[in-house]
T-cell receptor, first 119, second 116 residues
Framework: GAVVSQHPSWVICKSGTSVKIECRSL??????MFWYRQFPKQSLMLMAT?????????EQGVEKDKFLINHASLTLSTLTVTSAHPEDSSFYIC???????????????FGSGTQLSVL | AQKITQTQPGMFVQEKEAVTLDCTYD???????LFWYKQPSSGEMIFLIY??????QNATEGRYSLNFQKARKSANLVISASQLGDSAMYFC?????????????FGKGTLLTVNP
């Protein structure tokens, strides 16, 4: 099955620094990638949708200047948390949709997530 | 209004027994898809089963089956012969046709604990 690789799995950083999280589709071309945020014991909340080669579409309430998303190629999307603060500490998870997916299956493939802790 | 409602924050089941996890949804889109994902403590989201709104048969995938009742807008997940490894968070999700970005909306999840 399709594989989405997300790195790093864990990151601890100081307040005020920036952190980059990578999401790669390993065996398919991801035309669309989604970034979610999940607080402990909560649901996944969609932050933004990125299409290859175009600007990301952010959900209401998500600061686009804080959460920079780049989808420069069909296999890579990055989320950069700029000037991170303790309230940005969360679990971030990406998912991808590719051209090659069987339409009737219509499932998204998820990365393994990144736990961000901002001190 | 919530689009996906999972009313069971936590469920317990004995090993080898069946368990039903509830999910109701709200949409006016005639074309939609319903998904169940499993999230173990490690965090990854594992796809379990998919049901399309036009599918006539209830979806099944091994020990997982989806009890799809369209008129009631419910899509309950049934896990048969529970195993200890089934202990995890389970999320119901919906994709609506409207919009080109194929967004998934998730419910709040149900924490399933399988007891030996």
């Amino acid at each position: 099955g399709a594989v989405v690789s997300q790195h790093p799995s864990w990151v601890i950083c100081k307040s005020g620094t920036s952190v980059k999280i990578e999401c790669r589709s390993l065996d398919f071309q991801a035309t669309t990638m989604f970034w979610y945020r999940q607080f402990p014991k909560q649901s996944l909340m969609l932050m933004a949708t990125s299409n290859e080669g175009s600007k990301a579409t952010y959900e209401q309430g998500v600061e686009k200047d804080k959460f920079l998303i780049n989808h420069a190629s069909l296999t890579l999307s990055t989320l950069t948390v700029t000037s991170a603060h303790p309230e940005d500490s969360s679990f971030y998870i990406c998912s991808a949709r590719g051209r090659s997916l069987i339409a009737t299956n219509e499932k998204l493939f998820f990365g393994s997530g990144t736990q961000l802790s901002v001190l | 209004a919530q689009k996906i409602t999972q009313t069971q924050p936590g469920m317990f089941v004995q090993e080898k027994e069946a368990v039903t996890l509830d999910c109701t949804y709200d949409t006016s889109d005639p074309s939609y898809g319903l998904f169940w994902y499993k999230q173990p403590s490690s965090g990854e989201m594992i796809f379990l089963i998919y049901q399309g709104s036009y599918d006539q048969q209830n979806a099944t995938e091994g020990r997982y089956s989806l009890n799809f009742q369209k008129a009631r807008k419910s899509a309950n997940l049934v896990i048969s012969a529970s195993q200890l490894g089934d202990s995890a968070m389970y999320f119901c999700a919906m994709r609506e046709r409207g919009g080109s970005n194929y967004k998934l909306t998730f419910g709040k999840g149900t924490l399933l604990t399988v007891n030996p």
